[in-house]
């Protein structure tokens, strides 16, 4: 499976962004999908994760209220909208994709860079 993300770019402090990610090379709602991020010197963690029908999600903590995941499955894509940016939401975002039947995310986007100005 292939995964294709889009929709960084540079954007004030309290802006919005939406990213995307077309996965293709399999069917899609045979996979659950999530968002990471990576910031400068810091770990990749998870900050995103919708099941494949779209029912459950899970937000960490520091997006909760603020971003939200969802997927499109007749269009083979997952979302990221994200409000009220903050500076330290900057950081390169990339979308993986699990199988129902695995517990981790093996599936990787290239990542797409988003950063946020005061």
């Known amino acids: 499976v292939q995964l294709q993300a889009s929709g960084g770019g540079l954007v004030q402090a309290g802006g919005s962004l939406r990213l995307s990610c077309i996965v293709s090379?399999?069917?899609?709602?045979?996979?659950?999908m999530a968002w990471f991020r990576q910031a400068p010197g810091k770990e990749r963690g998870l900050i995103a994760r919708i099941s494949w029908d779209g029912r459950l999600t899970h937000y960490a903590d520091s997006v909760k209220g603020r971003f939200t995941i969802s997927r499109d499955n007749a269009k083979n894509t997952v979302f990221l909208q994200m409000n009220s940016l903050k500076v330290e939401d900057t950081a390169v975002y990339y979308c993986?994709?699990?199988?129902?039947?695995?517990?981790?995310?093996?599936?990787w986007g290239q990542g797409t860079l988003v950063t946020v100005s005061s």
């Open positions: 993986a994709a699990r199988s129902r039947t695995s517990v981790d995310f093996r599936n």
């Open positions: 090379g399999d069917t899609f709602s045979d996979y659950d």
